[in-house]
């Protein structure tokens, strides 16, 4: 009989192997590691992400079930206590490692524009246990913020970043790394003039919101077409001096363009471009809205709010691994082409995960097995 691969098999085939060998290498992470080699431990935690698994008790009661297909993966049996202790103790920089890898990896395969670059900048929050006392925001609240840089063109992020929900927005911002020259949308919670400056500098496009306080010293006022979304485009200087009488470091000119959204709210955008057309500045700020699907997404499809530990290396591994299984579906989905939508994928792979299945015919009846070759050619008779 013909071997077949399960659908899990297939999507692991995305993961830099030789990458993450010398990862667990260089950190050490398997010396006088007996029984769960940090393989084993990142295949069971992102069958536990693509299987919708509960908990660590649910990610070893199922694996076992499927105990004879685990040799295939390069994988062997968990214990629950053992792959407890590893996520509390193995380095998370090994799958943090591994994400960048991925990142790499599916941003050069996944991008569809070579120039223009944009990317979202955003954060979100997740909700921890009230013993997880490293992330304590307040009296009887703990969590943690997943601060990421996003790419809608490549629909996959290119940078992540996780603090306690303390840390401020734009502290996590400062410590981001900057392409040259690139377009960077965000919204208030980065609202910081020094940073903009450093963006600025570096020939990069900035397309924020101004907060309502902030005034603007005009220098120009230039035409919008009647009857549309866009209420005024006018250029003009931040003010010049901040809080506490400090100097503005963004001391050029900037683009204030207000628009009518579809609810009714006039937004004033903020854009260091002095050249593009408003109505083109307002689609930048409006595609900001792609970094809020992703989250929403994530958190929907993936177990990255329910932890499988309290730990802050637990809490580290376990969102490298959720967006490691994100980014080896979307791998995984756009080397086939028969379903296009995310969601719809997703629900696929999860039904069929540990089927003998190939993943470009997840919606195809499998062909009826062929016990005797003569009935094969008598089909074709």
Known sequence: MQHKNSVFHDLLKHVPWAGFDGLVEQHGADFRVRSLPSK?????????????????????????????????LGAGAVARSTLSDANALRPPEVFTGLLGLLIDQAHRGLRRELDGTTYLIDSTSLRLS??????????????????????????????LSITPAKVNDITAAQAMPIEAGATY????????????????????????????????????????PEGGSILSDRIGFLPARQAGS??????????????????????????????????EIADLYKRRWAIELFFRWVKQTLKITRFVGRSENAVRIHIAVALIA????????????????????????????MQRRRIDRLLKPEPAPVSNPDQLLLQWA
């Open 40 to 72: 084993t431990q990142l295949i069971a935690l992102v069958y536990g992400q693509l299987s919708g698994a509960q908990g660590l008790r649910e990610i070893v009661g199922t694996l076992q079930s499927h105990a004879a297909r685990l040799y295939h």
């Open 130 to 159: 009230a013993l997880s006392g490293w992330a304590r925001f307040s009296a009887g609240v703990c969590g943690v913020k997943a601060h990421v840089i996003y790419d809608p063109d490549a629909d996959c992020p290119v940078y």
């Open 185 to 224: 949308v965000f919204d208030l919670g980065y609202y910081d003039y020094r940073w903009w400056a450093e963006l600025d500098a570096k020939g990069c496009r900035i397309v924020t919101r101004f907060k309502t306080h902030t005034k603007l010293t005009l220098i120009e006022e230039l035409p919008v």
């Open 246 to 279: 400090r100097r503005n470091p963004m001391a050029d000119a900037v683009r204030e363009i207000r628009v009518r959204i579809d609810t009714g709210k006039v937004l004033r955008i903020l854009s260091n471009d002095l050249d593009a057309t408003a109505q």
């Open 326 to 353: 994100f980014l080896l579906l979307r791998l995984a989905q756009a080397a086939q082409s028969t379903v296009k939508s995310p969601l719809a994928f997703a629900r696929l792979v999860r039904v069929n995960l």
